[in-house]
C-alpha cells in the first residue's frame, strides 16, 4: 500500500524591500510561500498535519504487531511516500526425515528359474517382494497436507514392465537384475507404479498435519543372469516432495533410497567362457567376387564355448545383427564406420552349408532365427560350438575397403 499527499502553492507571492509584505508575517526569497509556519497555506499546514499522525500512529502499529515493517517517508515539495508493512512469514510445514530407505536384504535366486521365468520382466520371485513403511516424513504445524510427489531419479529400462505388479523396472547396475516398486501413504494397502515423470500419493487424512510412505518392491529379470554373488550398494533411486494448502510445492527434497542387496545366483543358465571376441578376417580382392550371393574363397573362424550347463533343460541360442537389430537375413551387415560397400558376411556352425538367419535379441520360444544347441534329453554341461565366417556380395559392384560388423548372442533355456 501506498499513500502520496501533494500539496503545493501554485500562486505567486513578492516581497517588499523590508522583507516583509503586509498581512505576511513571512517571505522567501523568489517570491515563493513558506511551507511551514504560519505564514504557510491552509494545503500545506492540512499535509503536514495528516503526515505527522499517520506517523505516529504507524510507530504505536510497528511497536505491536510481530511483524517487520517499514515506513519511508519524504518531503520535498510538499510529496510525502508511505510505504506498506513487509511481514516475515515462516513456512509451516517441514521435512522430519533426512532419507526414505526401502529395506532390501540378501536374495537367492536358485536352479528352479528356469525356462520362460527367465525372460525379461518376469518377477524373481513372490518371496523377494519387500514391503517398508517410513512415518511422519513431512509434517505441518497448521497446512493441510493435499498430497506428495514422488519422482525417480533415473529413468526405467525402455519398453519394460515387470509382470503381476505392471511396474516400471529400473536398473540395479547387476547383471540381468532390475527393480521396481510401488509407492502409497503410510497404512494402506494399494501402492501407485513409481513412474516417470512424477507419481502422485495421496494422503491418509485429508485434514492431517503429517504424512509419512509405504512401499513394496520387485525384482525383474532384464537380461541373462549371471552365477555367483552380486551386491548392489545402498542406492538414491527418488526425491519425494510436499503439495499443502498454503504452498504448492515445499522446497524441501527428501530422497528415496533402496538398501544394500545381495544376490546370490545358482541358475540353470550357461556361462560363456569368453563373453566377447574379435575376429580378424582375411583380406580378399574384390575382384574374386561373380556376383550377388557369391561368397569369397577364404574365410575366418572362431568358437563359442559354454560351461556350466545344468542338466536336464534344453539349451537354443538366437544370432542378432547389432547394428541392424531388425535384419531378418542371412547375411550380417556392415558397421557405419566400414568403408568398403556391396559386401555383407554370412556365419555357418558347425561345418553346416546354411548360413544362420539372424533374429531379435530375445529368449522367448518362438524368437525368429533360433536355433537349438542341446535337447532336453541330451547330457552335457560344457559345449564348443565352431563357427565359419565368409563375405557375400550383397551389391552389383564391391568397391574395396574396411569391413566391420558386430553380432550378439543370446541363450535361452525352455
Known amino acids: 500500500m501506498s499513500i502520496v499527499t501533494k500539496a503545493r502553492e501554485r500562486a505567486a507571492y513578492s516581497c517588499q524591500a523590508g522583507g516583509e509584505r503586509a498581512g505576511l508575517r513571512r517571505c522567501v526569497p523568489g517570491g515563493q510561500r513558506p511551507r511551514t509556519g504560519p505564514g504557510a497555506s491552509p494545503a500545506m499546514r492540512h499535509a503536514r498535519s495528516v503526515m505527522a499522525w499517520v506517523a505516529n500512529h504507524w510507530v504505536a502499529l510497528s511497536r505491536r ?44 535366486i536358485n536352479s528352479s528359474l528356469t525356462g520362460t521365468a527367465l525372460a525379461p520382466g518376469k518377477m524373481l520371485s513372490d518371496a523377494f517382494i519387500q514391503a517398508t513403511t517410513v512415518n511422519d516424513v513431512f509434517g505441518c504445524t497448521s497446512a493441510v497436507i493435499t498430497k506428495s510427489i514422488a519422482t525417480p531419479t533415473a529413468p526405467a529400462i525402455p519398453g519394460l514392465v515387470g509382470e503381476s505388479a505392471n511396474y516400471p523396472v529400473y536398473p540395479t547396475g547387476l547383471p540381468g537384475i532390475g527393480f521396481g516398486f510401488g509407492i502409497g501413504h503410510e497404512g ?45 550398494p545402498k542406492k538414491k533411486v527418488g526425491e519425494l516432495r510436499l503439495v499443502t494448502s498454503t504452498d504448492p510445492q ?39 567376387f561373380k556376383g550377388v ?38 547375411i550380417l551387415g556392415l558397421t557405419g564406420d566400414s568403408t568398403a560397400t556391396g559386401v555383407g558376411l554370412q556365419l555357418y556352425k558347425n561345418g553346416e552349408s546354411t548360413a544362420l538367419a539372424y533374429g531379435p535379441d530375445s529368449a522367448a520360444v518362438n524368437n525368429p532365427g533360433r536355433w537349438s544347441i542341446r535337447k ?39
Open 376 to 414: 532336453n534329453t541330451e547330457t552335457g554341461s560344457s559345449f564348443s560350438i565352431p563357427f565359419v565366417v565368409r563375405y557375400v556380395q550383397t551389391g552389383s559392384q564391391v568397391t574395396p575397403g574396411k569391413v566391420r560388423a558386430v553380432s550378439t548372442i543370446t541363450l535361452s533355456y525352455q
Open 188 to 232: 494402506g494397502t494399494v501402492y501407485a507404479p513409481f513412474a516417470q515423470p512424477e507419481t502422485i500419493v495421496t494422503p491418509k487424512s485429508t485434514t492431517g498435519l503429517s504424512t509419512g510412505y509405504a512401499m513394496q518392491i520387485y525384482f525383474f529379470v532384464t537380461g541373462a543372469l549371471e552365477n555367483g554373488t552380486h551386491v548392489m
Open 293 to 330: 550371393q557369391s561368397l569369397s574363397v577364404a574365410s575366418g573362424s572362431f568358437t563359442i564355448n559354454l560351461s556350466g550347463c545344468a542338466s536336464g533343460i534344453p539349451i537354443s541360442a538366437t544370432m542378432t545383427d547389432a547394428s541392424n537389430p531388425g535384419n531378418r537375413s542371412n
Open 65 to 108: 504487531a510481530p511483524a517487520v515493517c517499514r515506513l519511508a517517508a519524504f518531503w520535498g515539495s510538499g510529496v510525502f511516500l508511505l510505504a506498506a508493512p513487509v511481514f516475515a512469514q515462516s513456512n509451516p510445514c517441514s521435512a522430519h526425515k533426512n532419507e526414505v530407505v526401502i529395506n532390501s536384504k540378501s536374495y537367492t
Open 250 to 288: 515445499l522446497a524441501t527434497l527428501v530422497p528415496i533410497y533402496l538398501d544394500t542387496s545381495t544376490f546370490i545366483v545358482n541358475t540353470k543358465s550357461c556361462k560363456l567362457e569368453i563373453p566377447v571376441q574379435s575376429v580378424k578376417l582375411p583380406d580378399v580382392s574384390a575382384a574374386g
